[in-house]
């Protein structure tokens, strides 16, 4: 697991608090999995800067971990929600080098640049995956073409709003330019939140804890006691297992997903647009509902590592804690 921030404070209140506890979120998932996370904060390319600063980390990092098979991404607003899900590996994406949250239909036919989301995402490493990243990073503000590829860009993809070369924006390009080269050997995922966006889940949190707290009561105290975190893995099963029947389960696939009755924890959720460190999001959307979001999706996933200490978070937007009750 791979991530990062910038070196410098940051420039919004709170924002240095609140990056702590995106960090946190990742070490303890890592820590549950038996995952190693590196978290940069350098910039390694002085003129990659932005989203653009990913790459040159992810590039070394591959080279600098041979031994390890894929490397994973994930923003520093990204915030793993559901503690128990691990991404299919060795079934869903054995024959893939890439996997983004995407479709194909919108990438491919559509040519959008929202139609993958490039703040998350796996990839094998492995030459393949040296070669594109290679290419990615040559559509970057590093490159003396920088200037020509947001022209390009603008020209063949149908919705993007201005002519400038974006790390997204390239890697929808780069698929749907080499199907073949880049396509084939990328998985676009949507048949769970690989990555979901914040304003469509944070609204439902609530009702998603309470269903599984509901279904924990209803299969009996196995799921709901305590245990030590060797064994999360154990009964993160067990849970699954539960969770998956048709009487008093809760409905979705794993991972979550994005039709009304999906009411399984999302596996990541993605606070584009709500900049938490630089103080000034979108303006579309308010400080208020962002910071909400925030502690909404980590309070839900605090709970799901402070379960085998005894504690859970008084409420959903509250900091401090309680005992677990039978």
């Known amino acids: 697991m791979l991530s990062g921030s910038q070196s410098y404070p940051c420039a919004g209140d709170g924002g240095d608090h609140m990056l702590l506890r995106f960090l946190k979120n990742k070490v303890d998932y890592a820590r549950l999995h038996g995952i ?4 940069n904060t350098a910039l390694l390319q002085p003129d990659m800067v932005a989203y653009w600063a990913k790459i040159p980390v992810v590039r070394a990092a591959m080279l600098a971990h041979p031994e390890a098979e894929w490397v994973w991404w994930l923003d520093a607003d990204a915030v793993v929600t559901d ?3 691990a991404p299919p590996l060795a079934t869903r994406y054995k024959d893939y080098n890439l996997v983004v949250h995407g479709w194909d239909r919108e990438v491919y036919e ?3 640049w929202v139609g993958l989301n490039a703040g998350v995402f796996l990839i094998r490493n492995c ?3 040296l070669d594109f990243m290679d290419a990615w990073a040559s559509m970057g503000p590093a490159s003396p073409q920088y200037a020509r590829w947001g022209k390009t860009l603008k020209a063949t993809l149908s919705d993007k709003p ?4 974006d790390d997204q924006s390239a890697l929808a390009y780069l698929l749907l330019k080499n199907p073949k080269k880049w396509g084939a050997r990328t998985y676009l995922e949507n048949q769970y ?6 304003a469509e889940i944070v609204d439902k949190l609530d009702g998603v804890a309470e269903r599984y707290r509901a279904a924990e009561r209803r299969f009996g105290p196995a799921l709901r006691r305590r245990h030590a975190e060797g064994e999360h893995a154990l009964y993160a099963a067990a849970r699954n297992a539960a969770l998956r029947k048709k009487d008093g389960g809760v409905p979705g ?6 039709k009304a009755s ?3 924890r999302p596996f990541v959720t993605h606070f584009t647009g709500c900049n938490p460190c630089g103080g000034r999001p979108n303006e579309i959307y308010s400080n208020e509902s962002c910071a909400e979001g925030m502690r909404r999706a980590l309070n839900l996933a605090d709970d799901q590592v402070l379960r085998a200490y005894g504690f859970r978070h008084a409420g959903p937007l509250k900091d401090d804690v309680r005992p677990l009750v039978a």
């Not at 190693?36 to 978290?39: A, G, H, K, S, V």
């Not at 201005?162 to 070369?165: G, L, N, P, R, V």
């Open 36 to 39: 190693e996370l590196l978290y």
């Open 83 to 85: 503690m128990d899900f």
């Open 110 to 112: 559509a040519r959008s």
């Open 127 to 129: 030459q393949w995956s």
């Open 162 to 165: 201005d002519a400038e070369s």
């Open 193 to 198: 939140y690989f990555q979901g966006y914040w």
């Open 253 to 258: 696939p794993d991972g979550g997903g994005q």
């Open 262 to 264: 999906a009411w399984r």
